[in-house]
């Protein structure tokens, strides 16, 4: 049987002794899924994320990603999970300014420690593969919204992780680039690459994922499979 990638055991997560944000919630994604969580602001999405991340911990239950148990670890080792497990994707990219594309990209493999002639050929070629490799010297203010996406993706990969998470990736794009990121995830969960996409976009869930989780009021309302994945 399958391994998860993600288990969430009855997991909720409450703020100062207010309702919780999340929970309980029991959640299950196996490789090769691309995950759409969908629901209004304030629904827990974010909160969800940042459990999954190791961003936060949850008030009660139990958080697995790829074998960790992550709501048991401290800072020090959720950092050091993140940089070896996890791949994140933001709405506003995130690339330093000062830094060349190169250099955004290298950045994560640097502080894991990976060898500079490794990592520098794993760089090149995740920009090549993603289309945006001739601004491997450039600056991030020079690129488009839709480059500066790609670039951001290839950082998130540079380590090798079990899961992408992107963060409403096409929040700040326009139409045009929206849809390139929407092919771009696509692209990348028919490699194999597992992904939990937060999103309030239902274009982009429903033109990349494979499975959509719907939130309301901190609960799963709906889970279900929009397309066939291998198991």
């Known amino acids: 049987m399958t391994v998860p990638v993600i288990e969430f055991k009855q ?6 002794g207010a309702p919780p944000a999340l929970g309980p919630v029991s959640l299950t994604v196996y490789p090769g899924e691309a995950v759409a969580v969908l629901g209004p602001s304030g629904s827990g999405k974010s909160t969800l994320l940042n459990l999954i991340a190791g961003l936060d911990r949850p008030s009660e239950g139990e958080v697995t ?6 709501d048991g670890l401290g800072e020090a080792a959720a950092a050091k999970y993140r940089r070896a497990r996890i791949g994140m994707v933001f709405q506003f990219f995130n690339l330093i300014d000062d830094l060349t594309v190169l250099d955004n990209v290298l950045l994560p493999a640097q502080l894991a420690g990976k060898g500079r002639a490794e990592a520098r050929d794993r760089a090149t070629a995740l920009l090549t593969s993603l289309g945006v490799d001739a601004y491997a010297t450039h600056f991030p203010g020079r690129l488009s919204g839709g480059e500066r996406q790609r670039v951001a993706v290839a950082r998130a990969l540079i380590n090798k992780p079990s899961l992408l998470l992107a963060d409403e990736p096409t929040g700040a794009l326009d139409t045009a680039s929206r849809e390139d990121v929407k092919e771009l995830i696509k692209d990348l969960n028919a490699d194999g690459q ?24 901190g609960r799963i309302v709906r889970d279900q499979v929009v397309s066939a994945v291998a198991r």
Do not use: M, N, P, Q
Request: charged share 30%.
């Open 11 to 16: 997991v909720s997560k409450s703020y100062d």
């Open 194 to 217: 597992t992904i939990v996409l937060v999103t309030h976009d239902e274009e982009l869930a429903a033109g990349c994922a494979t499975r959509e989780v719907r939130l309301l009021d």
């Open 65 to 70: 990603v790829d074998g960790v148990r992550v």
